[in-house]
């Protein structure tokens, strides 16, 4: 049962600090309101103790005395909760999730895990000014898993000065997930290649912030020899750039003199002095990291090897025409019944 004189002393807290964060928030004060939010969840935690009601009556109230005020429903309420519960740390409050979108917020809220996990993305939306539908497919591609160390292989430690070797490192992934792409039996490298052009914005989006496409198939003459880089992309954020070799097979450490060879020409032809050195990534299907640590290990020029994975998709007309783990039991109990 809520003792009504305390129930009020909290009702009267928050709707102060409503009145509060709703002058600074005319000014256009997002910050403000997300850590108003915030205390407001830190507020329903201390009173706990009220039970499940507590929040819907909180809702109802704060409606009766701010009728024009959004984002005080039992729902929000219970995401200002959840907020306060998740990341319990008020610096972080200040210096990440309040430059943040309150709908920013809620959609790490509901698919980070952890708190370094939700920090991680906070941090790169701020860095990068992910829209909400950019920052929603780095969560479901797996982004942070991707871009951890302990998936990169890649020289870039050796053959780039710091701080710059690490900059390069953070831009690698593994896998990199062109769920754009369907896969399908038979597929070859100009095809993919291909769908990947065609779909630039969506492999920019893939590839990581600052990447400019510079072309596919990008020629080159050396001694009167025509060359073509597959796919030839700069970063502004790096200033360097990008040459990506795409095959269809597992790696093999030959791939890695040939990308050393285009590199070396795109500094040589294309480098400004201004520039950074030119990094190279060979995507594979698969990748043995043993194999590609020993293949890097001597090779002069910026190089990371990574995997890319395409869509699994199949169309709902196939998928109702594929047999059932059912059926194929059956199948198979019928063919060996004697």
């Known amino acids: 049962m809520i003792n009504s004189n305390e129930y009020f002393l909290v009702l009267e807290?928050?709707?102060?600090?409503?009145?509060?964060?709703?002058?600074?928030?005319?000014?256009?004060?997002?910050?403000?309101?997300?850590?108003?939010?915030?205390?407001i969840g830190k507020v329903i935690i201390t009173n706990t103790k009220y039970g499940a009601r507590f929040v819907e009556s909180l809702a109802r109230d704060i409606k009766l005395d701010f009728p024009d005020a959004k984002g005080y429903s039992v729902r929000n309420l219970k995401y200002m909760r959840k907020f306060a519960e998740f990341v319990n740390d008020e610096e972080k409050v200040h210096t990440v999730s309040a430059l943040l979108s309150w709908s920013h917020n809620k959609l790490l809220l509901d698919k980070t895990k952890t708190l370094d996990e939700y920090l991680w993305y906070a941090s790169q939306t701020v860095e990068n000014g992910w829209s909400l539908s950019a920052l929603e497919h780095h969560v479901e591609a797996k982004t942070y898993i991707?871009?951890?160390?302990?998936?990169?292989v890649s020289n870039?430690?050796?053959?780039?000065?710091?701080?710059?070797?690490?900059?390069?490192?953070?831009?690698?992934?593994?896998?990199?997930?062109?769920?754009?792409?369907?896969?399908?039996?038979g597929i070859i490298e100009r095809e993919i290649e291909h769908e990947l052009v065609a779909n630039i914005a969506k492999t920019i989006l893939e590839l990581g912030t600052g990447f400019?496409?510079?072309?596919?198939?990008?020629?080159?003459e050396i001694s009167e020899k025509d060359y073509y880089i597959d796919l030839l992309f700069y970063n502004t954020k790096l200033r360097c750039y990008v040459v990506i070799e795409l095959k269809n097979t597992e790696f093999k450490p030959e791939y890695a003199g040939k990308l050393n060879f285009?590199?070396?020409?795109?500094?040589?032809?294309?480098?400004?002095?201004?520039?950074?050195?030119?990094?190279?990534?060979?995507?594979?299907?698969?990748?043995?990291?043993?194999?590609?640590?020993?293949?890097?290990?001597?090779?002069?020029?910026p190089i990371g090897v990574s995997e890319y994975k395409l869509s699994d998709f199949l169309p709902a007309e196939l998928i109702d025409m594929l047999p059932s783990a059912e059926d194929i039991e059956k199948r198979v109990n019928l063919k060996f019944d004697f």
């Open 262 to 301: 285009y590199l070396s020409a795109v500094d040589d032809m294309l480098k400004h002095e201004t520039d950074n050195p030119s990094i190279g990534i060979m995507l594979c299907k698969t990748r043995d990291r043993l194999t590609a640590e020993y293949a890097l290990k001597d090779i002069n020029k």
């Open 13 to 39: 807290d928050i709707k102060t600090r409503i009145k509060k964060a709703q002058y600074k928030a005319v000014l256009g004060a997002n910050r403000e309101l997300i850590v108003l939010y915030w205390n």
């Open 146 to 152: 991707r871009q951890g160390l302990a998936g990169k």
């Open 212 to 220: 400019a496409f510079v072309g596919n198939q990008y020629h080159i």
């Open 156 to 185: 870039y430690g050796q053959s780039l000065p710091s701080p710059f070797s690490g900059l390069a490192s953070d831009t690698l992934k593994n896998p990199y997930v062109f769920d754009f792409v369907e896969q399908r039996e």
